[in-house]
């Protein structure tokens, strides 16, 4: 599993690109998955025999601002129907027997002065959309004592959150200035503040 940030084709602060079109098909394994955050969940593809993304209807399990978990059933749309925006992420999950597997976004673009709105006292499931390494951390509008991020945790699998204590970010006991992730990967954004925004 890998989190990806929506890739950015064109100008503009409010481009928008359909699921459909996020990654090329051509190389990826019938049966990898591709989840899209939504309201109350996330929606589902998974791709068939002859690379189109089939919509599957799940039972999945959400975070409220309190961390309790909820069962929400979700009907998952065409992939060619559902949009999402740059600054975005997105989950791809190759199938477990897969191996050594490409894939191609679509080219982006490095804009700056651009941004999301994060919203407030939820999981806000972000990206870096530039051609560079970004700052997280030094990107948030409003920030608050006790905002995370949550980052991918190199190939492990996990993620790794920073909790912000009002001066600095902490992981464990140590303290960071910094919280980076790479062009095209996605994180986890909690923030308090109910206007803030995630900045580029």
């Known amino acids: 599993?890998?989190?990806?940030?929506?890739?950015?084709a064109?100008?503009?602060?409010?481009a928008k690109i359909k699921v459909s079109e996020?990654?090329?098909?051509?190389?990826?394994?019938?049966?990898?998955?591709?989840?899209?955050?939504?309201?109350?969940?996330?929606?589902?593809w998974k791709l068939t025999a002859d690379k189109k993304w089939n919509p599957v209807?799940?039972?999945?399990?959400?975070?409220?601002?309190?961390g309790e978990q909820e069962q929400n059933k979700i009907v998952t749309p065409e992939a060619d129907t559902v949009e999402i925006g740059?600054?975005?992420?997105?989950?791809?999950?190759l199938p477990p027997e897969s191996s050594d597997v490409t894939f191609t976004l679509i080219g982006q673009q490095d804009l700056s002065g651009t941004g999301v709105?994060?919203?407030?006292?939820?999981?806000n499931l972000v990206g870096n959309p530039n051609?560079?390494?970004?700052?997280?951390?030094?990107?948030?509008?409003?920030?608050?004592?006790?905002?995370?991020?949550?980052?991918?945790?190199?190939?492990?699998?996990?993620?790794?959150?920073?909790?912000y204590n009002g001066t600095k970010w902490t992981c464990g006991r140590t303290g960071y200035d910094k919280v980076n992730i790479?062009?095209?990967?996605?994180?986890?954004?909690?923030?308090?503040?109910?206007?803030?925004t995630l900045n580029f």
Request: charged fraction near 25%; aromatic fraction near 12%.
């Open 1 to 8: 599993k890998v989190l990806l940030s929506v890739p950015f």
């Open 10 to 14: 064109g100008y503009g602060t409010d």
């Open 22 to 44: 996020l990654v090329e098909t051509s190389s990826l394994p019938e049966n990898t998955v591709l989840r899209v955050a939504c309201e109350g969940g996330y929606y589902t």
């Open 57 to 66: 209807n799940d039972e999945v399990v959400s975070i409220d601002a309190n």
């Open 86 to 93: 740059r600054g975005n992420s997105f989950w791809l999950e």
């Open 117 to 123: 709105a994060l919203t407030g006292k939820k999981w």
């Open 131 to 163: 051609v560079a390494e970004y700052d997280v951390a030094s990107k948030i509008s409003k920030i608050a004592e006790n905002d995370y991020i949550s980052v991918q945790n190199g190939d492990t699998g996990y993620l790794k959150t920073y909790r």
């Open 182 to 196: 790479n062009p095209g990967d996605g994180c986890w954004v909690y923030v308090n503040a109910d206007d803030a």
